[in-house]
């Protein structure tokens, strides 16, 4: 986000994936705390994930304009 100029502000879309769904309700309270104000359109699933990662997640965020 840094890197194209962006904060968690211009997030638009959140894809998260969990190796335990059952960790949903941690997993929210702290995901919560990244984003003030409108939150972004989140898609959050259980996943496979490799080498013992528990979260994994994509975000698209806007660009903004200069």
């Known amino acids: ?3 194209a100029g962006c904060t968690f502000a211009d997030v ?5 994936h969990l ?3 059952r960790d949903f ?3 929210n309270s702290v995901y919560a705390q990244f984003f003030s ?5 989140r898609t959050t699933v259980q996943s496979v994930l490799w080498g013992g990662i528990k979260v994994e997640i994509d975000a698209v965020a806007r660009v903004p304009e200069k």
Do not use: E
């Not at 638009?12 to 998260?16: I, N």
């Not at 104000?37 to 359109?41: E, F, L, Y």
């Open 19 to 21: 190796s335990d769904i």
């Open 12 to 16: 638009v879309k959140c894809t998260c």
């Open 1 to 3: 986000l840094n890197a």
């Open 25 to 27: 309700d941690a997993f």
């Open 37 to 41: 104000g409108v939150k972004p359109a």
